[in-house]
C-alpha cells in the first residue's frame, strides 16, 4: 500500500477522544436528567486522581515512541512505522488505555455513576470502530511482523 494512498490509513469511525467526549457529555446529560446518588467522597475524588495520574505517563510514553519513529499519532492518518518500544511494549493500545483511565478518573472525581456507566459504550466503540479497524490495517501493512507483535503483546493490557 503506497504510503500516498488515500486508503493509507484505518478507517477508523471517529478518533478516540471523540468518542470518549461524547460518552462524557452522555453521561453528564444523564446524570442532568435522572440524577444518581453521588459516589462515595471522599475515596472517589482520590482513586479518581489516582487514575488520572497513572493515564498521564502512558500517554507520554506513547506519544514519544510514536514520535521518535516518525509516525502518525492520529489513527486517521497513515502509520509509517510499527512501534513496539515504551508504553507499546506492554500494550498495543497505550493511547486508548490511558484515554479508559483518565475518563474513569474524570468519572469518579465528578462522582458520577452515570459517567463512570458510559466508559462502557466508549471502550466498545473504540474496541470496534477503532482498536479492530487499525489492527486489520496494521496487519495488512506490516504483515508478519505486525503479526509477531500481537503475539508478545497484549491488545490492551
Do not use: C
Amino acid at each position: 500500500m503506497p504510503a500516498s494512498s488515500p486508503k493509507d490509513n484505518a478507517g477508523v469511525v471517529a478518533p478516540a477522544p471523540a468518542i470518549y467526549g461524547a460518552a462524557l457529555v452522555l453521561g453528564l446529560a444523564a446524570e442532568f436528567t435522572l440524577p444518581t446518588v453521588p459516589l462515595p467522597r471522599p475515596v472517589s475524588l482520590w482513586l479518581g486522581v489516582v487514575i488520572i495520574a497513572l493515564s498521564i505517563p502512558i500517554v507520554i510514553s506513547a506519544f514519544k515512541a510514536l514520535a521518535r519513529a516518525k509516525t502518525a499519532f492520529d489513527a486517521r492518518k497513515p502509520t509509517s512505522a510499527l512501534v513496539s518500544d515504551r508504553a507499546f511494549h506492554y500494550s498495543r493500545n497505550p493511547t486508548y488505555l490511558s484515554l479508559t483511565l483518565l475518563y474513569a478518573g474524570i468519572a469518579l472525581v465528578l462522582g458520577s455513576p452515570w459517567v463512570l456507566l458510559m466508559v462502557v459504550p466508549a471502550v466498545a466503540l473504540t474496541q470496534w470502530g477503532v482498536v479492530l479497524r487499525e489492527e486489520r490495517y496494521l496487519e495488512t501493512k506490516f504483515g508478519d511482523e505486525y503479526r509477531r507483535y500481537k503475539t508478545k503483546v497484549r491488545r490492551w493490557l
